[in-house]
């Protein structure tokens, strides 16, 4: 039902949303091993135009990373310690007014090599206790069950999700959270942005080039994507058995992108993009591949193996609601001097009509009405708006954060929501990314601030990770209140 003041329904989801690996730190305590997250190094002076370079990582980078002793280099070992002051976090949390907070598991804490005996208890511990803590507090838990922090050791042995012995890995730690946690979770996504694994397959799948075959890098990638297709269908099959009630969600990187002109060749290019884009959520809503990326995969000589039977999974154990991310959109253009910015791990032609962030991702609030529009005439499904917020260096004036840019850059981004919404697209929720500030995921630094609370760290470590109320913290907090009617 509709708050008769407002687009926003009656008990639409606002919040926000971290991930473990950028959050937690405790990268080594209590039992939990190694995930390829901690493998990740800063970088600084980074080429934001060659996104595989910086997120590819060599067998020579992981030994260091497993050998070495200075954890120093790897800023998502640390996090912002949410492990240890996450009582006091979601106490910020539920001053703001936040009604739901997306969060992850670190799969490498309830099964520290993916494949062990038993769970790790201390994991599973720690967990239970968050939940509780936010239910506590009247926040409604969202967990992403695999959030770039696969466990390193099937990086290691088989590839990542190249083998099909991790879709078995993964359903079983699944098939745990869902019997641990049942009473305290309805809300489940399988895997964050789950496109990504092309952008950055060893991020998100723990795949390395170095070790496929030569010639069938591209196809493992693909092959990796597929075991996670059937393990998102048998995880979602499981939730639905044994959490009556329970929704499933899977998660797109929602990457808008228009034609740079209207020359009929830059249209098909942009065409072709989206195409790209819709598949992944094609196969998780719709339940199989569509026959244009079928016939592609053809063309390009790239042979998914499937085992009898996952063809039927597909189809049979489809999601029941669509979350995706959205910070900016793209044009396409197949002319040479198409000026190409960076984007989220992206690449695009720059639209001269854009404002762009300091990392150059174009900021278009209608892009946003236009991914709903999008999403819910293809679909027919809920949405879920589960990251979209800006990247900022933040600074501290007489004790306080003055960052009246994200508000603005909010506040253009719910209008345009409120008027998606009024035209009919039913959308469940939404959580800013990141609700506090947190490793960034792509750049691994701290000074790329997205958070309503400012955390004292900067990116060699240093600060007392002291949390501060930034201006957008009262102004979001006035937003719940109001459910989305004051905006000022």
Not at 96 to 113: D, E
Not at 200 to 206: L, M, Q, V
Not at 351 to 378: C, F, H, M, T
Not at 399 to 408: F, P, S
């Amino acid at each position: 039902m509709k708050d008769t003041q407002s687009g926003f329904p009656e008990h639409f989801l606002w919040g926000g949303a971290i991930a473990a690996n950028q959050a937690e730190g405790a990268w080594n305590l209590d039992g939990k091993g190694p995930s390829v997250a901690d493998a990740i190094t800063y970088k600084a002076n980074l080429d934001l135009t060659n996104y595989e370079g910086h997120m590819a990582l060599s067998d020579q980078n992981i030994d260091d990373a497993l050998n070495g002793h200075n954890d120093a280099l790897y800023p998502k070992r640390r996090g912002i310690d949410f492990y240890h002051r996450y009582k006091d976090d979601l106490a910020l949390f539920a001053e703001m007014g936040c009604k739901v907070l997306r969060v992850s598991i670190a799969w490498a804490r309830i099964f520290p090599t993916g494949e062990d005996a038993e769970p790790n208890e201390a994991g599973l511990q720690f967990y239970e206790d968050l939940f509780r803590e936010m239910r506590k507090h009247q926040i409604e838990p969202l967990v992403t069950l695999s959030h770039y922090e696969m466990p390193l050791v099937l990086s290691e042995k088989y590839n990542g999700w190249v083998h099909r012995n991790v879709v078995d890995a993964f359903v079983r730690y699944s098939n745990v959270c869902f019997d641990r946690y049942k009473d305290l979770v309805r809300y489940w996504l399988t895997f964050n942005e789950i496109d990504s694994i092309h952008r950055h397959p060893f991020t998100t799948a723990g795949i390395r080039h170095e070790k496929s075959a030569p010639g069938r890098e591209t196809r493992d990638v693909y092959q990796g994507l597929h075991h996670q297709f059937v393990a998102s269908a048998l995880a979602t099959r499981d939730c639905h058995a044994k959490i009556p009630g329970s929704q499933v969600g899977c998660m797109l990187t929602k990457l808008t992108t228009y034609p740079r002109t209207c020359h009929p060749a830059d249209v098909e290019a942009t065409l072709k993009k989206n195409i790209e884009n819709y598949f992944y959520t094609d196969v998780q809503i719709r339940g199989a591949y569509p026959p244009l990326i079928k016939r592609d995969l053809e063309l390009r000589g790239i042979q998914i193996e499937m085992q009898p039977g996952d063809e039927d999974i597909l189809r049979q154990y489809t999601v029941d609601f669509l979350s995706f991310s959205y910070y900016m959109s793209l044009t396409e253009s197949t002319q040479p001097d198409a000026e190409r910015i960076a984007g989220n791990t992206v690449l695009g032609v720059k639209n001269p009509y854009l404002p762009a962030s300091e990392w150059g991702w174009q900021i278009d609030p209608v892009g946003l009405k236009i991914s709903l529009l999008e999403l819910y005439d293809r679909y027919q499904k809920p949405l879920f708006i589960v990251e979209n917020g800006l990247g900022a260096k933040d600074s501290i004036e007489d004790g306080k954060i003055h960052d009246g840019y994200r508000i603005d850059y909010f506040r253009s981004h719910f209008e345009q929501m409120e008027q998606a919404i009024n035209e009919g697209v039913e959308l469940m929720g939404f959580t800013s990314w990141g609700t506090i500030d947190i490793i960034s995921a792509g750049t691994s630094q701290m000074t790329k601030r997205y958070g309503f609370i400012y955390v004292d760290q900067d990116d060699d470590g240093n600060g007392s990770l002291a949390r501060l109320r930034k201006d957008s913290f009262w102004w979001y907090k006035k937003v719940i209140a109001s459910n989305g009617r004051d905006l000022d």
